[in-house]
């Protein structure tokens, strides 16, 4: 990079970092007090002895949708065949009403909810990203006190605990399953093995390029609210030693780190080493991987089930069009996972994103939201399948670890590279998270 691109880079850095100097500093109207643990914000009216009581939830899946080819295939059938068994293990008691939502407007939705005073749910399927914006603004409850008070708890990663933790020290959420984000690569374009460092990398993409294959493909554009900056974007600036946060609650991007990666990012696109659709936006940048013109794409573990069907490079077709198609081409050793590069001394970035429950602030039926939390955290077969159909994770519950499900070559590959790399979440401490990713996402991509 020259002496004056890199001043180029650290002003336009240094202008955003000023904008949102604490993205989350900025005085704003006092949110709801947050509730305690196990407390309503009111106490629904008791309803008569012995009668059926609705367990309300929002997910991103719907149990009426039965096309196998939809992108949330493996979650609708989740629910469609976990539901009967909730109802009939607590019959008489609790009947489970699943609501389905668009996956990227459940949290405004939540939020709006909340403050309006409205309906929501009993059970928020949620992530980590979200925690901070819901506790900012009182929209779900602290179950700190309850969550330690259960049998389970003690078997917890004290990673996907510490993630559900807001910065007053208090659980908010309920961690199930933790999802690592992987390199998916087509093994075939890497005789000599995946690089390690970008140098390699970079000597790869040549050769590749010679051949008329792009080394990779990525989330490069600034679609659905900057959310790139939690994807490969976040792999990339954590593993070449960079943070969008200073530890305090301020966002920090012009530091020499971030520049470097941004720079190895910029070099990539100016060399032509990465396909233009890497910046088309609504996943278009997938298409480059199923068909193999692109070598490797770095995103979360669930890729596995969207990233489909594959046509591998030496015209293997995996086109059942489901989630099968990455796991077959697994097993076949077409495909394999790999930690991203990383400069010497560094280890390879991993954005961390957990999911689980939260209880809203207004819920209507805590205890049987208790009940739902406390059956797939206690049955271990529940608990496994919903880590790996709900999420597509790797469980939160160590003993978990150990079912028969998690033995597959995808999960003992993706294991791997968790342990390989340093996973954690990209958000840091900045509270207003939301705001913060369109910024980084689209200072990135206009660099």
């Known amino acids: 990079m020259s002496k004056k691109l890199t001043w180029k880079v650290l002003a336009l850095m240094l202008v955003l970092s000023v904008l949102v100097t604490a993205c989350g500093a900025t005085p704003e109207p006092a949110a709801p007090e ?37 992108d949330e295939a493996v979650g609708n059938a989740y629910i469609r065949d976990t539901l009967p068994q909730f109802n009939e293990a607590f019959a008489g008691k609790w009947n489970w009403i699943n609501v389905p939502k668009a996956w990227d407007k459940m949290e405004p939705e939540l939020v709006a909810a909340v403050q309006a005073g409205g309906d929501v749910p009993d059970i928020f399927h949620g992530a980590d990203n979200q925690l901070l914006n819901f506790v900012r603004n009182g929209a779900v409850q602290d179950l700190t006190d309850w969550a330690m008070a259960q049998d389970w708890y003690a078997d917890m990663d004290p990673n996907a605990i510490n993630a559900c933790t807001g910065q007053d020290g208090r659980l908010y959420c309920i961690p199930v399953a933790q999802i690592p984000f992987v390199t998916f690569v087509w093994a075939d374009h890497f005789p000599q093995g995946f690089p390690t460092t970008p140098d390699q990398f970079m000597t790869e993409a040549e050769r590749l390029d010679a051949e008329g294959v792009d080394i990779m493909t990525y989330f490069g554009s600034t679609d659905f609210d900057g959310d790139g900056a939690e994807r490969a974007v976040w792999t990339i600036v954590s593993g070449f030693g960079g943070t969008y946060d200073d530890g305090q609650g301020n966002m920090l991007l012009n530091t020499p ?67 099968e198609d990455m796991l077959d081409a697994i097993d076949a ?58 999420a597509a994770g790797i469980p939160a519950l160590t003993t978990t670890f150990e079912h028969e499900y998690f033995q597959s070559e995808f999960y003992q590959q993706a294991f791997a590279v968790a342990e390989a790399s340093a996973c954690r979440p990209p958000h840091g401490t900045l509270e207003r998270w939301d705001e913060a990713k369109p910024l980084i996402m689209n200072t990135v991509y206009k660099l």
Do not use: H
């Open 333 to 390: 050793g077409d495909v394999v996972l790999e930690p991203f590069v990383a400069p010497e001394g560094e280890a390879p970035g991993c954005s961390l994103q957990v999911e689980g429950f939260y209880i809203p602030t207004g819920a209507q039926n805590i205890e049987a939201a208790y009940d739902y939390i406390n059956w797939i955290m206690t049955d271990v077969e529940q608990n496994a399948d919903w880590v790996g159909r709900a």
């Open 257 to 323: 780190e971030n520049v470097a990666a941004v720079d190895f990012l910029r070099t990539l696109a100016v060399e032509g080493y990465v396909p233009e659709v890497a910046f088309a936006g609504g996943f278009q940048e997938e298409e480059a991987f199923k068909d193999a013109s692109a070598a490797s794409i770095p995103t979360g573990l669930f890729g596995y089930r969207y990233i489909r069907p594959l046509t591998a490079p030496d015209g293997t077709q995996y086109t059942k069009e489901t989630e």
């Open 34 to 70: 947050p509730t305690q643990a196990g407390e309503a914000t009111t106490a629904p009216e008791a309803p008569p002895a012995g009668e059926v009581q609705d367990l309300i939830t929002w997910t991103q899946f719907d149990q009426a949708n039965e096309d196998p080819a939809n």
